[in-house]
C-alpha cells in the first residue's frame, strides 16, 4: 500500500512553468512504475507522462512531449513533473499514480494522488 500526494498546481500564464511533486508514503516508492495524468472539466482522464522504477526511462503524450519532464528521486520517496511552456489548454487537475505495471492506461495503476489544480491562464 501507498499514499500519494500532489503538491505545486497553481495559476500561471501561458509560457509559463511549474513542478508538481508527489511524495508517497507507506511502501516505498521504488517498488512502482509511476504515472502522470491530467484531467479537465467535461473530460476524460488523459495520460500525461510516466516513469519506470529507476528513472531511466521515460514516455510521454504527443501533446506535452519536449514541455513535460518526469523525474523521480526514490530517496525523497518523489517524483516529479517539470512542466514549460505552459499553455491554456493545460489547465487540469493533475494526478500521480502508481503501478506495477508499465503503461499508459489508468485502469492499470492501483493508487492514487488527490490531484492538484493547475491552471493556465491565456
Known amino acids: 500500500q501507498v499514499q500519494l500526494v500532489e503538491s505545486g498546481g497553481g495559476l500561471v500564464q501561458a509560457g509559463g512553468s511549474l513542478r508538481l511533486s508527489c511524495a508517497a508514503s507507506g511502501r516505498t516508492l521504488s517498488s512502482y512504475r509511476l504515472g502522470w495524468f491530467r484531467q479537465a472539466p467535461g473530460k476524460e482522464r488523459e495520460f500525461v507522462g510516466r516513469i519506470n522504477r529507476s528513472g531511466g526511462s521515460t514516455y510521454y503524450a504527443d501533446s506535452v512531449k519536449g514541455r513535460f519532464t518526469i523525474s523521480r528521486d526514490n530517496a525523497k520517496n518523489t517524483v516529479y513533473l517539470q512542466m514549460n511552456s505552459l499553455k491554456p489548454e493545460d489547465t487540469a487537475v493533475y494526478y500521480c499514480?502508481?503501478?506495477?505495471?508499465?503503461?499508459?492506461?489508468?485502469?492499470?495503476?492501483?493508487?492514487w494522488g488527490q490531484g492538484t489544480q493547475v491552471t493556465v491562464s491565456s
Open positions: 499514480a502508481a503501478s506495477t505495471y508499465y503503461s499508459l492506461d489508468p485502469v492499470y495503476y492501483d493508487y
